[in-house]
């Protein structure tokens, strides 16, 4: 399963509800009458500073610089690559000061991933600690310095046929070029940058600098569960919501974010205050593992997805082209026996979710809303 999968079809029959807000997820197998899911109507609105997307070529082969580019102020940077060849390697995250004068490059959250083959695992973990991390990091630079962004990073090698992900939120005072670069495991990453050459890009051509890397969603009107029924919103399917748009700088050639993967969502939406609403997450392409944030009432809390296993979505069946222009005009099917990643139950009032694409998950996914009676919201004792 690799990152620039995408499988668009839609989930007709799933298997099991994942309810999560109790010490381990519970699996509960509800079987119900088929409903029809109506689209909510949203307000997207993109900010930030820029997106370094670096996956491409995903499979490396070769050492060399994998993506370079120049930023000032906020930037993000993902990286996602895996060793192709038959021996040891290291990837590493070199940071030119282009300043000059001293610059400082402040970290304000970011991971990066232990080495794997299981990328379901990898991409998951890297996301889950990305949900829950934050802290403060200052790399001081001297003007023409060279140093690594995190030293962690260059630290972890690579066997054949490993994944390295990881993501970095930063702010630089003065320009700095970022270059994600793989070379022999022995060699020092810093002398090799200044020799070494930039890679083609695969054919998926997932590199590129984006600008305004975050994306804010808000729902229109407040949702009333009894008049409104199930809902739902779709995310990363590039008709209701689209794909970045950037340039690849070691080029200059015109790309696209196929799945948005590195842009941070933030989801606003309003309940009917006197009402209850269940929300979930399922995927429609196959195989999804990762994790977002919830707040609700003043407290901020992570969520897995699915919360008791790696993995769920993999027993998505495929669509008709009917059923997918269906869904993307705005009606689609909760089946009779659905898989879901709960994210809570809650009363009315507001709710905003933090969300990301996960690395080798698959696109797009429903953001569902639907009633619910006498159970406990989330965030109450009852439901902790």
């Known amino acids: 399963m690799s990152l620039t999968k995408k499988i668009l079809s839609t989930a007709l029959a799933l298997t099991t509800i994942f309810c999560v807000g109790t010490a381990e997820a519970e699996l509960i197998d509800k079987p119900r009458d088929p409903d029809i899911m109506h689209k909510l109507e949203v307000k997207s609105s993109d900010k930030g ?22 930023v000032k102020g906020d930037a993000r940077l993902l990286f996602y690559h895996l060793n192709d060849t038959d ?41 889950t600690a990305y949900m829950q991390e934050t802290f403060n990091y200052s790399l001081y630079m001297d003007k023409g310095e060279r140093n690594f962004l995190i030293e962690d990073v260059s630290n972890h090698v690579l066997k054949p046929g490993q994944l390295l ?29 200044s020799k070494a050459k930039v890679l083609p ?25 009894d008049k409104d029924g199930v809902v739902y919103v779709m995310l990363a399917d590039n008709v209701n919501d689209i794909y970045k748009k950037g340039i690849d700088a070691t080029d200059g050639s015109h790309t696209q974010n196929y799945g948005n993967y590195g842009i941070i969502y933030t ?45 769920f979505g993999d027993k998505t069946p495929g669509e008709s082209e009917s059923v997918k222009k269906a869904r993307e005009k705005g009606t689609s099917r909760l089946s009779s ?32 809303l639907m009633p619910v009676e006498d159970e406990p919201a989330a965030g109450k004792d009852e439901a902790k």
């Open 337 to 368: 026996i659905v898989e879901l990643a709960e994210l809570g139950i809650y009363d009315g009032g507001k709710v905003s979710f933090e969300y990301s694409p996960p690395g080798a998950s698959n696109l797009p996914v429903h953001l569902i």
């Open 49 to 70: 500073g820029v997106l370094l997307f670096s996956d491409s070529p995903e499979y490396v082969r070769e050492d060399g610089i994998l993506y370079s580019d120049v």
């Open 267 to 311: 989801i606003n939406l309003n309940i009917k205050q006197g009402k209850r609403a269940r929300i979930c997450l399922t995927p429609l392409g196959g195989y999804y593992a990762g994790a977002m944030r919830v707040t609700y009432k003043g407290e901020t809390k992570r969520i897995l997805t699915p919360d008791d296993r790696i993995y």
């Open 87 to 127: 021996v040891d390697k290291r990837i590493a995250v070199v940071v030119d000061n282009l300043s000059n004068k001293k610059n400082v490059i402040e970290i304000s959250r970011g991971v990066v991933g232990e080495p794997g083959a299981d990328f379901l695992k990898v991409g998951k973990s890297v996301q």
């Open 201 to 225: 890009k695969d054919e998926h051509r997932l590199r590129g600098t984006f600008q305004k890397m975050n994306r804010t969603i808000n729902i229109k009107k407040t949702y009333d569960p």
């Open 165 to 193: 992900y990881g993501i970095y939120d930063f702010h630089t005072k003065g320009n700095v070029k970022v270059s994600v670069i793989m070379c022999p495991q022995d060699e020092d990453p810093l002398e090799f940058v």
